[in-house]
């Protein structure tokens, strides 16, 4: 380097930068490269869950259009062909509740090539082809109902044979299920002695549920002599009955059967069951509070 000039030196440095950007360069567009190619193999499923939550009983999942998204697109060139799509509910690692897999064939069918394709719950799932596990099957669901918790839902497709396509990975999420509480009814309080004149509101506590709509129904029983609230609600009719309260506070109608008509009865228990959109009752108890009573103002025992 001796004899070299300041000029000597730039030239130097700068051809060692630009070799350096010219490697880096490219190493950066190898790796975009790379990227680009694997991706094109691997689409990735899109799905959620837009609650986080779905409801106990599985087989009304399948009413509710929203309940769940999936979507996803084909690599350039790849055509399916009789595919099916996979649904499986897991509760830990390995434990699968609910699942399509080995009557995959009764999935509806997915053919061709598609930049996007969006699914809803109906479009995904054919009841005939679910298999659910003995814990969770219950007389009063035909899918089953899931306890409170967590749990794993999953989507994947398989050709014709049933074979996993790779092309599209698999998706998965977690949703939980709320244990609903029945309601608490609230006013009047168990044993308040009433004036059968005067206007009556009842009350109770709210369901609180985000994955559906709930309405309430209102049941009110004659208690006559020696009788207990259950023993009243079991042997006799309800004098009012109301199947779409859409609020947990409710008046007594003007023009419902007034209380005062009834006068072997020493007092009236009333009940309040919490249902969803298709009128199926949720939540504990089959989503029954506990009777609370009413007394007339000179009855009570």
């Not at 595919?83 to 897999?101: K, N, P, Y």
């Not at 009955?241 to 419902?256: H, V």
Request: aromatic content about 12%; proline content about 6%.
């Amino acid at each position: 380097m001796v004899g070299w000039t300041p000029l000597d030196y730039f030239v130097s440095l700068h051809c060692k930068l630009s070799l350096d950007m010219t490697k880096r360069i490219s190493l950066l567009f190898f790796l975009f490269s790379a990227f680009c190619v694997s991706s094109s193999h691997a689409q990735l499923l899109d799905l959620s869950i837009p609650s986080g939550e779905l409801p106990s009983d599985v087989a009304s999942w399948q009413d509710k259009k929203d309940i769940v998204h999936l979507a996803f697109s084909m690599p350039e060139g790849i055509e399916l062909d009789n595919a099916h799509i996979i649904f499986e509910v897991t509760e830990g690692v390995e434990h699968t509740l609910i699942s399509t897999r080995a009557k995959f064939r009764l999935q509806p069918e997915i053919n061709g090539s598609f930049k996007k394709k969006s699914f809803v719950f109906n479009d995904l799932v054919n009841s005939e082809a679910i298999d659910i596990d003995s814990s969770i099957k219950t007389p009063s669901s035909m899918l089953g109902k899931l306890a409170g918790g967590f749990f794993g839902i999953c989507f994947y497709l398989v050709d014709s044979s049933g074979n996993h396509i790779t092309a599209v990975s698999q998706a998965c999420t977690n949703f939980f299920v709320r244990d609903i509480d029945p309601p608490l009814l609230i006013n009047p309080a168990n044993g308040t002695m009433i004036s059968l004149n005067g206007p009556l509101t009842f009350s109770w506590t709210p369901a609180h549920v985000l994955s559906q709509t709930v309405h309430y129904q209102f049941k009110m029983f004659p208690i006559f002599s020696n009788q207990t609230p259950d023993q009243a609600m079991a042997s006799s009719s309800a004098v009012y009955k109301s199947d779409d309260i859409f609020s947990s506070t409710f008046i007594y109608p003007s023009d419902a059967p007034q209380l005062n008509t009834f006068p072997t009865a020493r007092g009236f228990a009333w009940v309040v069951t919490q249902l969803n959109e298709d009128g199926k009752a949720i939540g504990k108890n089959y989503g029954r509070s506990l009777p609370s009573v009413i007394y007339k103002t000179t009855e009570r025992k």
